[in-house]
């Protein structure tokens, strides 16, 4: 008869491989590091001030500079929530095709 010894490890195995897969849990994705560095305001040349197509350009800048922040925001927010942070209420990404 084989010893008790010889027949607890393989069963000590399984035990342990069973605890392993039961804790795998997805992995971590970290936000991109860019998402911490805050983007400057575009800037209005006061030679543009008379021009309507320059007004236009800048507030097509403006306004894809707040698209940008916003979806900062919600990658942000999207990585503390799935650390386990409390109280959030993250903004869904949009999927809107860009227009080009």
Known sequence: MRSLRFLML????AASLSLVSGCA???LVYPPSA???VEPKPQLGP???M???ALDRHDIAIEARGDRLAAQVGRMCRFWKDL???GLDCPVPETRPKPG
């Open 10 to 13: 393989p069963l000590a195995l």
């Open 25 to 27: 849990s997805k992995a």
């Open 35 to 37: 998402d911490l560095a």
């Open 47 to 49: 030679e543009d001030v």
């Open 51 to 53: 021009s309507e197509a």
């Open 84 to 86: 386990g942070m409390k």
